[in-house]
């Protein structure tokens, strides 16, 4: 029969191996869902991961967009990858971008039509305090009365849709839009934009603050105190309390950041290639960004290149529904996999499959 049996150390092969594996799994389980839909499930792997970068037809469109794409998710998932090696589950990011989206882009729009350059900057302050001011919530209610964050989060989310739909319909409204929901658009007035770096790039301000938070968050848990008592309240949070590792400290410091780094992403995306504020505004960032942090071993480098790939998936996936007519829920289901298959491969990283004989009653 077969049985698991415990390892005495965590396996070093397994812990880089399994996000490989997940995507193999992934692809090959994917293809057989495409297949069931009648694609080829070939074609269908190939659009998704080879034609948005190596395509004539589409990889001059679909390059700059990687970047696009790949930015916000990057930028949450930092953030939430610090609150996890802590041991603090912040699921909430999603709403904490949703107001970081809300507050920058009502800074932008109180000086409509204003085109001075301190604007921009003050929308990205805006957003920081947007989404920290949001993740302080599950954190004063943790750290005062022991609250569970997970749920507390997750919860603040529908809130922040709600909110999202009221200003979109009522504070923020375009006055100019004949009635209908939604802001002015701050990325065709110059005051408000978040214009390329680099024309053709899709390098944005928000792409060059995810490279920027991929630094700091690299130099922070390696070479930093602050970022040795995060990891280990995470991996030893007894061993924490006797080396002065102050609990609430670390809660403020990772749920913090989190929401900071949401509510940046999410003014970022409202500048820029969303443009305005509307009722379908939030499109799963926050969710995927935790998909994002834990294939990236919630390592900063790892972060990265996980973003890239998922945000590869969001590219081909679009160009799987349009070529092939794939339901765009087969193309989010593809991605959940992602995840699933990461979380049951792990299991290789404490534990050793063993064979045995059946013992005799």
């Given at each position: 029969m077969i049985r698991l049996e415990k390892r005495a150390q965590p396996s070093q092969f397994w812990t880089l191996a399994t996000p490989f594996l997940a995507v193999l799994l992934t692809m090959i389980v994917g293809g057989i869902m495409f297949a069931a839909l009648g694609s080829d499930p070939f074609e269908a792997i190939r659009i998704i991961f080879w034609d948005p970068l190596f395509?004539?037809?589409?990889?001059?469109?679909?390059?700059?967009?990687l970047l696009v794409k790949a930015g916000p998710l990057i930028l949450i998932a930092i953030g939430?990858?610090?609150?996890?090696k802590a041991g603090i589950w912040n699921i909430g990011a999603e709403g904490q971008y949703i107001i970081g989206a809300i507050c920058g882009a009502g800074m932008g729009l109180?000086?409509?039509p204003s085109e001075?350059?301190?604007?921009?900057?003050?929308?990205?302050?805006?957003?920081a305090l947007g989404g920290w001011a949001w993740a302080m919530i599950p954190a004063v209610l943790k750290t005062r009365f022991g609250t569970n964050e997970i749920l507390v989060s997750l919860m603040l989310v529908y809130v922040a849709e709600a909110w999202l739909a009221s200003v979109s319909s009522g504070l923020l409204k375009n006055p100019d839009g004949m009635g209908f929901p939604g802001s002015r658009n701050l990325a065709q007035h110059a005051g408000t934009a978040n214009l390329e770096i680099i024309s053709g790039t899709g390098m944005h301000w928000g792409v060059l603050t995810a490279f920027l938070a991929v630094i700091f968050a690299y130099v922070l848990l390696s070479r930093h105190m602050l970022g040795f008592q995060i990891r280990l309240a995470g991996e030893a949070p007894r061993a924490a309390r006797f080396a002065g590792v102050n609990p609430k400290r670390i809660v403020f410091l990772c749920l913090g950041l989190a929401g900071a780094l949401a509510g940046m992403a999410g003014?970022?995306?409202?500048?820029?290639?969303?443009?305005?504020?509307?009722?379908?505004?939030?499109?799963?960032?926050?969710?995927?960004?935790?998909?994002?942090?834990f294939l990236g071993r919630l390592h900063p480098i790892g972060i990265l290149f996980a973003g890239l790939l998922m945000a590869l998936t969001?590219?081909?996936?679009?160009?799987?529904?349009l070529m092939l007519g794939i339901p765009s829920a087969a193309i989010q289901l593809f991605q959940g996999m992602l995840l699933f298959f990461l979380l049951a491969t792990d299991v290789f990283i404490n534990f050793r499959?063993?064979?045995?004989?059946?013992e005799a009653v």
């Open positions: 395509s004539e037809q589409f990889a001059a469109y679909s390059r700059p967009q939430l990858s610090l609150g996890f109180a000086f409509y001075s350059f301190i604007i921009f900057p003050l929308m990205v302050l805006a957003g003014m970022f995306e409202v500048a820029g290639p969303a443009g305005q504020i509307t009722i379908d505004f939030n499109s799963g960032y926050g969710f995927t960004a935790i998909i994002v942090a969001y590219i081909g996936g679009e160009l799987a529904s499959i063993r064979m045995s004989k059946r």
